[in-house]
């Protein structure tokens, strides 16, 4: 099968001096990724990841140091931005701010030398489609952030590329304004079933647009999953941290049950979780990761529950967050939802409980 | 009560204000004619009393602004240094145009509105010539430096890193560092031993060399303001390098482009000092003619061509603004 | 800080992809230059040019063979460009080749015409058109620059060296002597007194008294054009600009009007108030060369100080008033550290034309030579004896890239 966009064992280093340091950056280190035609990928990463050097290596404004990139099984190698079938939405736009709403969307297809009409007419179309129509002969600094996103959108749409790269393109917009682009993005996407390369910080909107995400590090790769994957099963700790919210208890594995994997802390109490890497030996010093939703606070103890004192209790709307101090000192927050009105403080401060989590639900990662 | 002082108050004021405004300007009268009488007993006697008016005068004029305005020393101390300077800066200019209307040929006495000194201006042939030189030095001298200064600037900005940056960079500051005379005597030196006759070519090669210079200053500064994801963008788009300069990069940059080579242009026409030295005989420029002139006599008929220069000065400054506004 | 790292990602894309885009337009120009010769010797008789020294040289030949060797040019730079365009190595090598070629013509032209502006001119093109093709896109766009101001600045800089380690011999020529008497002779004393020394003190004192009084005043006048509203902020601005791009000279010889004894000043004393009959003697005295300092050099002090003002954010200073800084401590501690620059920049503007400053003594202050510029013009244009002239020139150079260097030190900015 061919994807959209392969990526196979790349690697950006920058020379010494460059990016402001002494010793060389390896910016994207041993990268691959395999994206499907149609999809909606996003790289999800702290700044300094390597995710926008990852895009600009597609893009082609930086040449890989090694590896190979493969755009529809054609190779990049040696082939500049103009030529590749790809298209980008800049983090800050990059609108040409000497030429019209109209002539900066008619750009690209004037570059490929189409005739007037076909231009302006998809010109036309394009601007319909971003809900731009009759700002045509506006000046890109004459239009809102969020009226500019859409221009830059519609630019790079316009030319019906193979891959849509975006950088951040919603950035620079307001809290309120950012949650209607991503629905709207999303089913754009949707609507042109262009493949989609969306490069973000922000985690939650990768879990709401993307279909696929690659979670990005200090250059590595190091889960590619669905959102729910992503988030359910993080395939180590960076990744549990990085998305979401999670408890972490670290201490060396007990024993094996199955797929079940016990860690004790202090004389008697279990911790039980999924284990992901296959062939782990009792005795490795493992962590068990646990989102705080995950974990079932009780008045009355049951079989296999381990008791705790609560320590804080923090009403967040719409849910109540506790801290809970385990026999052993260690500490782990817990979400409860507030279904009830009587939810909002079953437990108060000093308060003995018990908490208790379905096995699967925590998974055992590997340090 | 209080109301009847409050309207007494401004008008003793301006009461104020009033004396000691004729209390300053009598005082430098005064202390004028002190300096034509000076050593006399009442040349000493008028400048010791008219020092005095100025400057009693000065502060309760300065009390009563404060007053009326509620001006603090320090701000009107800032306004009267301003209006002064200004009125500094334009009185010599001022004199000069009117001068150039007057029809007394020696002296400033003013006998009549003449445009006989223009009119004398545009029959002069040695003017007329002088003035095709300098507009040929001029135009060629801005467009040979506006390209060369212009792709200098692109070097130094787009190439952070090149072997020999740091020498180009100084070499470029240095015509604006070192004064003109010294580029002036070195320059002659150059031509004479070289065996290099002096003409109009000699006087543009000079030219050039200190105009690359402020072009390259003035389009740096505008190249390190654009925003280069512009030219990825573009190229992003389909345009290949030549496309992206054409379409992207020079447009962005015209506005630079233009103001460098208006500068250039205007540093060409004025200078004086480099042409006076490596200008041959037959190709003189204006300020050149204009100085020999100076030389032999104060005449109505240079204030006339100074005063036609300081309005293509004007015209030039006003054009290169309007062009930056746009 | 986003910016910043944006820009030095993107270095290493523009580095491999310029250099088409360089080439271009360099070998569009050679080509236009190429066509234009071409054109003009082609319809000399039909638009009656001026004709310039090659073409004055090149009538010695046959008139196909100039035809010829324009066409050879073009179509050579023509093919080289298409096939650099398309990357071919060939066309690398040839244009390299060509490159010597054209060296090598322009040396050979020069042994035949003696016309060495053209030769200068040919391998100044060869030069711009190896280096692109070297590849080095830096290279390429800085040679033009480079070369004019090596050739027609730095060379000769250091013949003025040269020729002041020589001797001016009876006739007034220069003979090469490789002596520093005209070192020794203006650091030295004359008839018992330092009389270079003492035109060089003059010069830098004269220098410093006018930047310390156009700051003086200069930066209030800044200051308040700052503080004035929008619109009339730019009027005012531009007020203090057009002395600024006023010639020079003009504006000195409006001193001259004013000052002389038939002048205005002197008119008015004598004829409107008839307070004396005989001038007061106003022009050709140190008073005037000062004045005329003075009125020159204002403007150059106001615009640069202006910009940093302008710059200045306000609010620091009324942060500072907010601290309990009274306005002597808010200027000292807010407002003058950061508009150092701008003073610096000024002042850098002011002193070296001043100390360098010829029309003006020599306008406003007499025959009498009271300052360095004097002295260069009357050692080159009356008394010829160039060494000296040359090795005045040299200390002046010298000693003005030394203050320069210093004020960037203390300043640590670009102008």
Known sequence: MTYAVELIDVVKEFPPGEKGKAKGVVAVDHVTLRIRDGEFFSLLGPSGCGKTTTLRLIAGFETPTEGVIRIHGRDMTGIPPYRRPVNTVFQNYALFPHMTVFENVAFGLRMSGLPKKEIAQRVEEALAMVQLSGMEHRKPRQLSGGQQQRVALARALVNRPEVLLLDEPLGALDLKLRKAMQLELKSLQQRVGITFVYVTHDQEEALTMSDRIAVMNEGKVLQVGTPVEIYEQPANRFVADFIGETNFVTAPLAALEGNLGLIRIGDRQILRGAVVDEGLQPGTEVTLAIRPEKISLLAEPRDGAIPVVVRNVVYVGNDTRYEVELDSGIRLFVREQNVHRADIRRFTAGQHAWIWWPPENARILVQ | ?326 | MVAASRLRLQREWHVSNIVLQSTTVLFSLSLFIWAFLLFRWMTFALFRWTPWPLERQLDRLPPWAPVLLYVTLLVGDALILWGVRRRRTWARWAGLFRSLGLVLLGVGYYAWSRDIVTAFFLVGIAGAQAAILWPSPPWALSWPAAYWLGLYFMLPLLIMFIVSLGERSSMGTVVYTWTLKNYARFFGRIGGKYLYLLILWRSLWLATINTLLCLLFGYPLALWIARQPERKRNIYLLLVMIPFWTNFLVRTYAWMVILRDTGVINTVLIDVLKWTDRPLRLLFTPGAVFLGLFYGYLPFMVLPLYTSLERLDWSLIEAAQDLGANMRRVFQEVMLPLTTPGIIAGSILVFIPSVGAYVTPDLLGGARVIMVGNLLQQQFLVVRDWPFGAAVGFILMILMLLATLIYFRTGGRTL
């Not at chain 2, 545009?122 to 002088?130: E, N, P, S, T, V």
């Not at chain 2, 390190?224 to 573009?234: G, H, K």
């Not at chain 2, 990069?249 to 540093?267: E, K, N, Q, R």
């Open chain 2, 1 to 326: 009560m209080t109301t009847a002082v409050m309207t007494r108050r401004p008008a003793w004021y301006w009461m104020i204000l009033g004396f000691s405004l004729f209390l300053v300007l009598g005082g430098v009268m005064g202390l004028l004619y002190a300096v034509v009488k000076w050593g006399t007993p009442q040349g000493m006697i008028t400048g010791a009393a008219a020092l005095l008016a100025v400057l009693w005068g000065s502060y309760q004029g300065m009390r009563a602004v404060r007053a009326l305005t509620g001006l603090s020393w320090g701000e009107q101390l800032l306004h009267l240094n301003a209006y002064l300077l200004l009125l500094f800066l334009y009185i010599p200019i001022v004199i000069l145009v009117v001068y150039s209307f007057n029809a007394s040929k020696r002296g400033a006495v003013w006998t009549g509105l003449t445009l006989h000194w223009y009119n004398v201006l545009f029959h002069d042939r040695a003017i007329g010539k002088a003035m095709e030189v300098t507009l040929w030095v001029g135009f060629w001298s801005t467009l040979i430096s506006t390209i060369f200064g212009t792709l200098a600037a692109l070097a130094l900005e787009r190439f952070p890193r090149f072997r020999g940056r740091l020498p180009f960079d100084a070499v470029l500051y240095l015509p604006i560092i070192i004064p003109d005379i010294v580029m002036a005597i070195s320059t002659l030196l150059f031509f004479v031993v070289l065996g290099m006759p002096l003409s109009r070519y000699t006087i543009l090669i000079a030219h050039v060399a200190f105009n690359i210079s402020y072009v390259a200053v003035v389009v740096r500064a505008r190249l390190a303001d654009m925003d280069a994801t512009l030219e990825e963008a573009a190229m992003d788009l389909g345009a290949d390098e030549w496309r992206t300069f054409r379409f992207i990069t020079l447009p962005l940059l015209m506005p630079g482009i233009v103001a460098g080579a208006l500068m250039a242009f205007t540093l060409s026409l004025d200078d004086f000092v480099i042409t006076f030295f490596v200008s041959g005989p037959g190709s003189t420029t204006l300020p050149v003619r204009v100085y020999s002139m100076i030389r032999l006599g104060v005449t109505p008929e240079v204030n006339a061509i100074s005063a036609l220069m300081l309005m293509g000065s004007i015209s030039l400054l006003l054009l290169s603004l309007a062009l930056q506004r746009r």
